[in-house]
T-cell receptor, first 110, second 112 residues
Framework: DGGITQSPKYLFRKEGQNVTLSCEQN?????MYWYRQDPGQGLRLIYY???????QKGDIAEGYSVSREKKESFPLTVTSAQKNPTAFYLC?????????FGSGTQLSVL | RKEVEQDPGPFNVPEGATVAFNCTYS??????FFWYRQDCRKEPKLLMS???SGNEDGRFTAQLNRASQYISLLIRDSKLSDSATYLC?????????????FGSGTRLSIRP
């Protein structure tokens, strides 16, 4: 089945630690997106990538980093500079004008 | 001004009522528009795309007004299962890149 796989489903971060959220897709889509969602809020764009080896900052990129070395993979690193990382993180791709989502990663701070 | 704005609600309406949401967008070059539904802590699901001519899917009707830069969603004969957050989504194309922006969502609660 084609789709987007996010892992892990739940992740805990200690103070000062960097953590990486995985997003893998086998839909052969070029564009991939990372969003953050806080409780009771909408989705805010962190980073997006239109093509391999290229990505752009979204509206809340500070404290995050990404890479796009392969078409299938768009990992998101939450760095120690992100002081309030607790949120639900969603990865998405777009194809035929439709968005496809992973099932999300809930990140919490220990 | 936010690129995509929605009334956060919550809208609390009785079963069977008709309810309507609006969403405004700031970039006139925006290309495509959608309504998504999201249940708590789940990924959003596509409800419907929005076209200038308007489109209807059962109890749901979506409209796009490019001149005033807003889209709307109308839900008729609301059901308890319609309770969710409804997200307005705009695809803003800049050169060859698509930037997908979500509204903050409108919470809808249907009461028996």
């Amino acid at each position: 089945d084609g789709g987007i796989t996010q892992s892990p489903k739940y992740l805990f971060r200690k103070e000062g630690q960097n953590v990486t959220l995985s997003c893998e897709q086998n839909l052969n889509h070029d564009a991939m997106y990372w969003y953050r969602q806080d409780p009771g809020q909408g989705l805010r764009l962190i980073y997006y990538s239109q093509i391999v080896n290229d990505f752009q900052k979204g509206d809340i990129a500070e404290g995050y980093s990404v890479s796009r070395e392969k078409k299938e993979s768009f990992p998101l690193t939450v760095t120690s500079a992100q002081k309030n990382p607790t949120a639900f993180y969603l990865c998405a791709t777009i194809g035929d004008e439709k968005l496809f989502f992973g099932s999300g990663t809930q990140l919490s701070v220990l | 001004r936010k690129e995509v704005e929605q009334d956060p609600g919550p809208f609390n309406v009785p079963e069977g009522a008709t309810v309507a949401f609006n969403c405004t967008y700031s970039n006139s070059a925006s290309q495509s528009f959608f309504w998504y539904r999201q249940d708590c802590r789940k990924e959003p699901k596509l409800l419907m795309s929005v076209y200038s001519s308007g489109n209807e899917d059962g109890r749901f009707t979506a409209q796009l007004n490019r001149a005033s830069q807003y889209i709307s969603l109308l839900i008729r004969d609301s059901k308890l299962s319609d309770s969710a957050t409804y997200l307005c989504v705009v695809n803003m194309r800049r050169s060859s890149a698509s930037k997908i922006i979500f509204g903050s969502g409108t919470r809808l609660s249907i009461r028996p």
